[in-house]
């Protein structure tokens, strides 16, 4: 069983619409959990950090982490074309030796058309 | 704030070649991870370097090799480049890790084996 799980898509919504982006994962000693956004030919850019079970909430974009059922979502609402991208999860284990490491999602493959 | 650089954009390398790519960490950063993107894997983590020391390395053969100076830049060798090491090269860089600092990614080096 992989550590992390995402589902490659491709997801292609319309402009304004609500998109849901998940993971879920194996092992109940990651502790911190992340989402990136990939543009083509760039590197990933962090959207979102979260430590906790629950939501968090950051312009139009919300991250709800649920630890009891090892799943991740990230929301954006109100997409926009500029929102085309790749969206990787990433997570991680809590301090010390080798856990440093993030381990990641294949990514989901976002085409928002106006 | 400049964010981390890496250099160069593109290299293009023959097998059994050896190939040398750079990383600037964020001002501040004292950490610098390194992953590896190739196409249908995911981003996979390679090495981690934290004040000057390597404290950490993924599952890669030993010609994956680097060192960080004393300014925290870093550098990641690759010797007897193969074709399957043809993918991009992306650097991270952190602060203090033990206090759960998120990874920010530089653009990363394509490398290409011909």
């Known amino acids: 069983q992989k550590e992390v799980e995402q589902d490659p898509g491709p997801l292609s919504v319309p402009e304004g619409a609500i998109v849901s982006l998940n993971c879920t994962y194996s092992?109940?000693?990651?502790?911190?959990f992340m989402w990136y956004r990939q543009y083509s030919r760039k590197g990933p850019e962090l959207l979102m950090y979260?430590?906790?079970?629950g939501n968090k909430e950051d312009g139009r974009f919300t991250a709800q982490v649920d630890k009891s059922s090892k799943y991740i979502s990230l929301f954006i609402r109100d997409s926009q074309p500029s929102d085309s991208a790749t969206y990787l999860c990433?997570?991680?284990?809590?301090?010390?030796?080798?856990?440093?490491?993030?381990?990641f999602g294949k990514g989901t493959l976002l085409t928002v058309n106006p | 704030e400049a964010g981390v650089t890496q250099s160069p954009t593109h290299l293009i390398k023959t097998r059994g070649q050896q190939a040398t790519l750079r990383c600037s960490p964020i001002?501040?950063?004292?950490?610098v991870y390194w992953y590896q993107q190739a196409l249908g894997l995911g981003l996979q983590f390679l090495l981690w370097?934290?004040?000057?020391?390597?404290?950490n390395r993924g599952n890669f053969p030993p010609r994956f090799s680097g060192r960080q100076f004393p300014n925290y830049s870093s550098e990641l060798n690759v010797n007897a480049l193969e074709l399957e090491d043809s993918a991009l090269y992306l650097c991270?860089?952190?602060?203090?890790?033990?206090?759960?600092?998120?990874?920010?990614f530089g653009d990363g080096t394509r490398l290409s084996i011909l």
């Open positions: 370097y934290d004040e000057g020391e390597e404290r």
């Open positions: 990433a997570i991680r284990k809590n301090s010390g030796g080798s856990n440093y490491k993030l381990t």
């Open positions: 991270a860089s952190s602060g203090q890790t033990g206090m759960g600092q998120p990874q920010h």
């Open positions: 979260t430590y906790s079970s």
């Open positions: 092992n109940s000693a990651f502790q911190y």
């Open positions: 001002s501040g950063h004292t950490s």
